[in-house]
Each structure stands twice: as C-alpha cells, then as structure tokens.
C-alpha cells in the first residue's frame, strides 16, 4: 500500500532564479552572444574557485577531456584507461582519438575502480588514465599516482608536453565533481587535468557547457596550454571572434583543422550567476544526503558515502544499494516508485552491457564488480528543489515499496 497522497517528485531539474534570466536577458541585450566577455568572466571564476591559475569553458566535460587527450598528442598506438563503471563519455573520448579503450573493472561493492587491476592495466601504450569522479566524490588520487609512479619505467612518450610529464598522465573526470575537496584540496588541483561538466542535470549548470582545469604545479606553460585549448575549440582560428572586433583586426590564420566547441556568452551568463550561488546549492544537497543517510542506512541501504574526516563530495547523485535484489526486482522497483509520481534513475548500467561496447570486445562477464554494483542500484532524486516533505515522501514510500518486494 502506497504512503500518503500523490505528489510529483522529479529526478534532476535545473535550479535556476529569477537572477540567472536577469543574466542572460542582459547578456543578449549587449549584443555579444557567443563566446566574449562573459565567457572569460566565468572562465576566471572558475579558476578562483577550484583554485587554478587556468580555466577553459567548453560546450561540455565531454569536449573537455577530448580536447585534452588531443593537446597531449593521444591517438592510434596508444591506450587509455577508465572505469567500466561509468557513463559512456569516459571511454567514448579515447575512441574518438584513435586510442584503445581499456576498461578497469570496480573494486568489490564499491563504485570506484579497482586500483590492483589499475595497476595491471598499465602498460608502456598507456598514456593517460581517466579516474572518474562518481556522484561527485573524488577518487582516491594518493594511490593512482603511487601506480603511476611505480609503473614510471614503462611510459614511452611521444612529444614534448608528454616527456614534460615523463609517466602516465592523470585526467580526471569530475563531470560530477565540481566543488568537491578531499585531504585539503580542491577537486582540480590533484589531477594533472580535470574536466567538469555544467550539463542541465549537474549542480551548477549552464544547459549545456563544460570546463577544464590543470595543476598549476606541473612544468607547464600555462598561456600555451590555455591557447592550445582556445585553437582546437574554435576551427584552429590563431583570432577568436572578440579578438576579431578590434579596430583592423580582422585577419588571421587556421592553424590546423581542428574543431568547434566553445561556450557562448549566453551559457556563461547562467553560469556567472550559478557560481554566486553554489556553495548555498552544496549545503542544501548535503541536507538532503543527510535525511536519506538517517532513514535509510539504518534499514540496511547501502549507499555512497559523501562525507567524511578529510573529505566531501559534491552530493550529486545519491547512490543506493538495495541488498538482496535482483536486477529484475530493482526494475521493478523503480517502476514502482513511478507510479507514486517519484523518477528514479540507474547510475550506471556497466559499459561493457552497451552494443558499442560489445562490438568492441568488451564483455560484461569480465567485469563481475561493476554488475554487481550496477544489478542492485538505484539513484534516488537529489536536487535543490525538493523540499523537505519531498524527500520525507520519497523515504515513505521507498520503505513501503521495498516491504513488499
């Protein structure tokens, strides 16, 4: 039997206010509605907040990291290892260079990556790994470069900005991250490049959009990194279209043929606004992660933990097991709660379960961790915009639906 009356409670809504329209109405109003001013405004906030000399908005974390594995000369020989335990955007940007996908499979009951299998996984093709920042929660860095330290013999590079490294380079995706800190240190100041996302459903978003971010103690030229990623997201144009409007400027040259995805001046004007108001959107997301934590771990619910000593996450996603239950029955599960008005979500299905995936080898019998992990999950609905009663109604109705599975 369902507890109390309907109500809607949706999955991920974008929080935005009055302000953020006020933003973009005035952002259109100036007449410059690609990427200008307010790009570069956000782009310096960015890098204020993670705490990185650098920044580069793009039209997504996706582009972010392509674009990276691009700069460091990534491609056809080469390989690249993720987590088997993520969304598709993870592996799908080492196909698009020309690399071989290597998928690591989770440690046991946990969504983060085997770090002994990690470490068998390297070898002198790897040039990049690409931990991933799940639910907003940054991996454990201390041991992905002790690995990398320990496998230092192997790394062959191939240009100059990889012998600047001179091992395996780390490329995190924080899709989920931003603002998350761990042991001291903000989520982009620990591995060598990290990608976030400002996607609808993220914490802070743009509607779509995306940022990179590099550690500002690594031998890098910081101007010549942040031109390379202005080069390969705007065609390869040596003159961006603002650099363009100044008196007489109007020539240029195509560098190389490269590619198209900036962010516009509209995107950043949510954004500017968005980051005013994060750290209030963070507190509400720990709340809520807080109500469901004294509700449901007591019942037996496993869950992500997003909190602790020297740490803090995001809150993104909040990621619930539900012990004893089968694939099927988590299904239905979440069809269940549908039919009270509550969206559910799955984070993830395994990669290795995808048709792309499959055709290219991978086989989920090789990844029993992350099956296990996925079979029984279920993502309950965090976001800024559900009220207390919201979530009250969600842990109602949960526990009636879970008696009678």
Same mark, same amino acid.
């Given at each position: 039997m369902i507890a109390t009356e309907l109500r809607n409670v949706s999955f991920s809504p974008p929080d935005i206010t009055d302000?953020?329209?006020?933003?973009?109405?005035?952002?259109?109003?100036?007449?410059?509605?690609?990427?200008?001013?307010?790009?570069?405004?956000?782009?310096?906030?960015i890098a204020e907040y993670v705490g990185t000399k650098k920044a580069v908005c793009l039209n997504s974390a996706t582009a972010a990291m392509e674009l990276t594995l691009r700069i460091l000369g990534v491609g056809p020989g080469d390989e690249v290892i993720t987590s088997a335990y993520t969304y598709t955007a993870s592996a799908s940007v080492i196909d698009h260079v020309g690399a071989k996908i290597v998928l690591v499979d989770t440690a046991p009951d946990s969504f983060e990556m085997d770090y002994s299998q990690l470490a068998d996984a390297i070898t002198e093709r790897t040039k990049v790994i690409i931990p991933v920042d799940i639910a907003g929660k940054m991996c454990n860095y201390d041991v992905i470069y002790e690995i990398v330290e320990n496998k230092k013999d192997l790394f062959k590079a191939n240009n100059e900005i990889q012998s600047l490294f001179n091992r395996v380079i780390?490329?995190?995706?924080?899709?989920?991250?931003?603002?998350?800190?761990?042991?001291?240190?903000?989520?982009? +100041?620990?591995?060598?490049?990290?990608? &976030?996302?400002?996607?609808?459903?993220?914490?802070?978003?743009?509607?779509?959009?995306?940022? %990179?971010?590099?550690?500002? #103690?690594? #031998?890098?030229? #910081?101007?010549? %990194?942040?031109? +390379? &990623?202005?080069l390969y997201s705007l065609h390869g144009q040596s003159k961006d279209a603002l650099a363009k409007t100044q008196k007489g400027a109007w020539e240029y040259d195509i560098v190389y043929p490269a590619y198209k995805c900036n962010m516009t001046d509209i995107m950043a004007s949510i954004g500017l606004i968005q980051i005013e108001r994060y750290e209030s959107l963070l507190r509400r997301r720990r709340e809520i992660i807080e109500m469901y934590d004294n509700a449901l771990l007591p019942l037996g619910i496993q869950s992500l933990q997003h909190y602790g000593g020297d740490f803090a996450s995001t809150g993104h996603l909040y990621l619930a097991r539900i012990p004893g239950v089968s694939e099927k029955e988590r299904?239905?599960?979440?069809?269940?709660?549908?039919?009270?008005?509550?969206?559910?979500?799955?984070?993830?299905?395994?990669?290795?379960? &995808?048709t792309a995936y499959k055709n290219l080898e991978f086989d989920i019998k090789d990844y029993p961790n992350a099956f296990d992990v996925y079979k029984n999950e279920i993502t309950l609905p965090l976001h800024t915009l559900l009220s207390d009663?919201? %979530?009250?109604?969600?842990?109602?109705?949960?526990? %009636?639906?879970?008696s009678e599975v």
């Open positions: 302000s953020e329209i006020e933003e973009v109405i005035k952002a259109m109003k100036s007449g410059w509605i690609t990427t200008g001013p307010r790009t570069k405004e956000f782009e310096k906030r780390v490329l995190a995706d924080a899709a989920h991250a931003f603002g998350a800190d761990r042991k001291g240190e903000k989520c982009g +100041q620990v591995a060598d490049f990290t990608s &976030f996302s400002f996607h609808a459903v993220k914490n802070l978003t743009t509607a779509e959009g995306g940022a %990179v971010v590099w550690r500002s #103690d690594l #031998d890098l030229d #910081d101007e010549w %990194v942040y031109k +390379q &990623f202005m299904n239905e599960l979440i069809i269940n709660m549908a039919k009270v008005g509550i969206a559910c979500n799955v984070h993830y299905m395994p990669l290795p379960m &995808f009663d919201d %979530v009250e109604y969600v842990i109602k109705n949960l526990k %009636v639906i879970l």
